[in-house]
T-cell receptor, first 115, second 113 residues
Framework: AQTVTQSQPEMSVQEAETVTLSCTYDTSESDYYLFWYKQPPSRQMILVIRQEAYKQQNATENRFSVNFQKAAKSFSLKISDSQLGDAAMYFC????????????FGSGTQLTVLP | DSGVTQTPKHLITATGQRVTLRCSPRSGDLSVYWYQQSLDQGLQFLIQ???????AKGNILERFSAQQFPDLHSELNLSSLELGDSALYFCASSVGQTQETQYFGPGTRLLVL
């Protein structure tokens, strides 16, 4: 079974600074997807960024980028120019290709942005 | 706004009762997924439906059941409720079975007293 590990329960960053959230996963599959979801205090789950395992290029969405290391099974999220609105719980998630396409989530990292 | 709607937003009930949570997927999405978020178990996948048929099951209790109707909305039925069923229940949808991104609804917060 696939597992996703987020070893940082809490992190903080100064406004306008850069922060990196870590995620590792375990799978025997070669093709899969990885995601970062954000859950602000409203509890809504918001997709931040996704990465296809077959793509070597790291995904980027505005101030959000990932460092995908397939051999190391590592998938970190970098947030540049942090804003107060980035404060949220961040979940890393894995989804295999194939018939079972549910998401497997990590335990989350609570990000605090300090003014 | 993801386009996925869930009702009700909040639900308070007593142990032993039965409740129904409703989800309407994004327009055009055929797949619906149900997830449970609790403090002790984190975010867990419960069940997936695609175009009316069950496609995958996760850690769903036998007291829980779901279905997807011809208009593609889905309902999650929780019966013989226990205190431990208190959680946030999310519905997510995607276009098909190969579309990789799931879009989440706002969730239904269930409190069992």
């Amino acid at each position: 079974a696939q597992t996703v590990t987020q070893s940082q329960p809490e992190m903080s960053v100064q406004e306008a600074e850069t922060v990196t959230l870590s995620c590792t996963y375990d799978t025997s599959e070669s093709d899969y997807y990885l995601f970062w979801y954000k859950q602000p205090p409203s509890r809504q789950m918001i997709l931040v960024i996704r990465q296809e395992a077959y793509k070597q290029q790291n995904a980027t969405e505005n101030r959000f980028s990932v460092n995908f290391q397939k051999a190391a099974k590592s998938f970190s999220l970098k947030i540049s120019d942090s804003q107060l609105g980035d404060a949220a719980m961040y979940f890393c998630a894995y989804r295999r290709m194939g018939s079972a396409r549910q998401l497997t989530f990590g335990s989350g990292t609570q990000l605090t942005v300090l003014p | 706004d993801s386009g996925v709607t869930q009702t009700p937003k909040h639900l308070i009930t007593a142990t032993g009762q039965r409740v129904t949570l409703r989800c309407s997927p994004r327009s055009g999405d055929l797949s619906v997924y149900w997830y449970q978020q609790s403090l002790d178990q984190g975010l867990q996948f419960l069940i997936q439906y695609y175009n009316g048929e069950e496609r995958a099951k996760g850690n769903i209790l036998e007291r829980f059941s779901a279905q997807q109707f011809p208009d593609l909305h889905s309902e999650l039925n929780l019966s013989s409720l226990e205190l431990g069923d208190s959680a946030l229940y999310f519905c997510a949808s995607s276009v098909g079975q190969t579309q990789e991104t799931q879009y989440f609804g706002p969730g239904t917060r269930l409190l069992v007293l």
